[in-house]
């Protein structure tokens, strides 16, 4: 089972593509591996020897050519799907945003968290809770100081 290889060798508008995927910033890192061993395969190299060069499991380079053989090259990506879906949505911040903005008393995240259970049925801890708004802040606080930065640096010139 060691020696398995592509049925057709990469004809030069495949290859031109994975040396094109294999160098782009953009693309996911596994998608470039991916591009990396079927060109290294095309090349002769066995699937032991791929698995090896990348330090993972065989099975998961035999993978890679199954999959570029059923689907081509949107078979390199990711399925969509994968890891945990989001217990929340933007509209649930906002609706936080708003009581925070609108009533007069103050909350903690656990009163938050509560309240969003109670009128949104959305289950978030308040730990959790807590994290997404700091980060949020975080990026409108630092999106603020780049729009400073910008408007002040066109006004200087």
């Excluded at 609108?102 to 959305?122: F, H, M």
């Excluded at 807590?130 to 640096?153: D, F, G, V």
Aim: glycine share 4%.
């Amino acid at each position: 089972m060691g020696c398995f290889f592509l049925s057709n060798s990469l004809n030069p508008e495949e290859e031109e593509t994975l040396a094109e995927l294999r160098k782009a910033i953009s693309v996911p890192y596994r998608t470039r591996d991916r591009a990396h061993m079927l060109k290294l395969n095309a090349q002769g190299k066995n699937v032991p020897e791929i698995a090896r060069i990348f330090n993972c499991h065989e099975h998961t380079v035999r993978a890679t050519i199954k999959r570029w053989e059923a689907r081509g090259l949107v078979g390199l990506w990711e399925e969509p799907g994968r890891g945990a879906k989001a217990k929340w949505k933007t509209e649930d911040l906002e609706y936080i945003e708003n009581c925070l903005n609108q009533e007069q008393r103050t909350y903690n995240s656990t009163q938050l968290a509560r309240k969003l259970k109670q009128e949104r049925a959305v289950n978030l801890s308040s730990d959790r809770l807590r994290r997404i708004l700091k980060k949020k802040i975080s990026l409108e606080k630092n999106q603020t100081e780049q729009q400073k930065q910008t408007k002040s640096a066109f006004q200087s010139n």
